[in-house]
């Protein structure tokens, strides 16, 4: 029983302790905010004193008012220099993109130069291959080709009008008009590969190799070296001044007949070709082929030299059609070397 009285004491004690604390920090608090309420509503008097003899102002103020016109103050200060310090960022900005525009302007006008460049260009490229394509036995038309637009000089007025589309359209001509050109361009290949397959298959190239030396006589009627009679000379004599240098086959073929004739051709070699037609090499140094052999154009067969009857080291060349000899200089320039 003793035990729950000292409990009850101990409880109410406490009790007494956290109210006396409890009042004492709210008189703390309330005191703290009296002071703070007694501070702002002090009131203070602003004497205004003119230099004449007028009468003198006085003004009153309290701390809240005067707290309030500086915090006005400082927020209309910090609102200008927030406004100036965006100003200054916005100039700044308009003036890069005014330098951005200048330079786009400045690229317009150099892609606009480069595209009439490009159609003048287009438009040679369009003669070149029409010319091509007639000279080859193909109507341009038929092939797929689509020609450019008469008028090319409005590629890209930007500057001068706002008719962007017009610009858009013709970059779509030239476009279409370079891909049509794909197909007439493959016809010009195909058409030069078979004739390149036939000009293989006749005597159109030099027929020393490098296409080096020089006619020291022609085809046609002369006079001999050794007696100045009247003759009719069968083919083209070449010289390079020197024995040696390799003789090629000026077309595809089988070599028909090697031989000596020491009165006439010296070593020969005779080449029967595609078509009718037949070469003849002579007064050659020495031979680099068999008889029945197939060569290629461009192969050698033998090397200069001045066998038989002959004045000095050179190579007599011959073209024959069936039983007619003709002219070799109609022939040897038809084709660039074969390497």
């Known amino acids: 029983m003793a035990q729950i009285h000292h409990y009850k004491r101990f409880e109410n004690n406490l009790v007494r302790k956290i109210k006396g604390g409890a009042a004492w920090i709210a008189s703390k608090i309330g005191g703290f905010f009296n002071a703070i309420f007694r501070f702002f509503s002090r009131r203070y008097t602003i004497v205004v004193v003119p230099h004449s003899e007028k009468k003198t102002r006085n003004f009153h103020v309290s701390v809240i008012t005067m707290a309030a016109c500086f915090l006005v103050f400082f927020g209309l200060a910090g609102s200008l220099f927030w406004y ?3 100003s200054g960022t916005m100039r700044r900005g308009m003036g890069e993109r005014d330098s951005q525009l200048r330079d786009t302007q400045v690229n317009l006008e150099q892609l606009r130069n480069e595209v009439n460049q490009l159609s003048r260009a287009a438009r040679g490229f369009e003669a070149v291959l ?4 007639l000279n ?10 689509a020609p450019l637009p008469a008028d090319r000089t409005s590629f890209f007025n ?8 017009k610009e858009v359209d013709d970059i779509r001509h030239l476009a279409v008009y370079l891909s049509s050109a794909v ?4 016809e010009i290949g195909t058409i030069l590969d078979s004739q390149s397959e036939i000009l293989a298959e006749i005597p159109s190239i030099w027929p020393i190799r490098g296409r080096i030396g020089h006619y020291t006589t022609r085809f046609g009627m002369g006079a001999d070296p050794f007696n100045g009679a009247p003759r009719m000379h069968t083919g083209i004599d070449i010289s390079t001044n020197r024995s040696g240098d390799p003789v090629v086959a000026t077309a595809d073929g089988q070599v028909a007949y090697m031989g000596y004739e020491p009165t006439g051709f010296g070593n020969y070699i005779i080449i029967r070709h595609p078509h009718g037609f037949y070469t003849r090499y002579a007064h050659l140094l020495s031979f680099r082929v068999e008889t029945g052999q197939q060569v290629k154009q461009g192969d050698t067969i033998g090397y200069i030299g001045s066998t038989g009857r002959s004045t000095g080291p050179h190579l007599h060349y011959e073209v024959h059609i069936g039983s007619d000899v003709v002219n070799p200089e109609k022939y040897v320039n038809i084709r660039p070397p074969v390497h």
Do not use: H
């Open 84 to 86: 100036s310090a965006r």
């Open 130 to 133: 029409s010319n091509a394509l």
């Open 183 to 186: 197909e007439p361009v493959k």
């Open 136 to 145: 080859l036995g193909s109507n341009p038309s038929a092939a797929g080709f």
């Open 158 to 165: 930007f500057m001068e009008n706002d008719d962007i589309q």
